[in-house]
């Protein structure tokens, strides 16, 4: 396993951007699949993107065309880009790893998790 260090959530207004980036240890972050997800308040924790080995992505479809993941295995980082950020985007972001080399959409794929970081949207 390793460990995830979310960071750069907060209070943006709705339109802005933010980039989140997860921060993770262990010398074999190159072949991890990397995945964000996010929870708000009385809902279900939601997919959101993914990024595997290759750099092949996917996105949830309230997302596509805003948000952008992206990774820098010199860094053991992966990063979220969000844009156009709408209210509805406010929730408790994820990150999550797995050793496995597809891209995941489902969060029991998943083995490894950070303890998040709140990113709300003002209207």
């Known amino acids: 396993q390793v460990q995830l260090v979310e960071s750069g959530g907060g209070l943006v207004q709705a339109g802005g951007s933010l980039r989140l980036s997860c921060a993770a240890s262990g010398r074999t972050f190159n072949y991890y699949t990397m995945g964000w997800f996010r929870q708000a308040p009385g809902k279900e924790r939601e997919f959101v993107a993914a990024i595997n080995w290759a750099a092949y992505t996917d996105y949830v479809d309230s997302v596509k065309g805003r948000f952008t993941i992206s990774r820098d295995n010199a860094k053991n980082t992966v990063y979220l880009q969000m844009n156009s950020l709408k209210p509805g985007d406010t929730a408790v972001y994820y990150c999550?790893?797995?050793?496995?080399?597809?891209?995941?959409?489902?969060?029991?794929?998943?083995?490894?998790w950070g303890q998040g970081t709140q990113v709300t949207v003002s209207s």
């Open positions: 999550a790893a797995t050793p496995d080399t597809g891209v995941y959409t489902q969060a029991r794929s998943y083995t490894s």
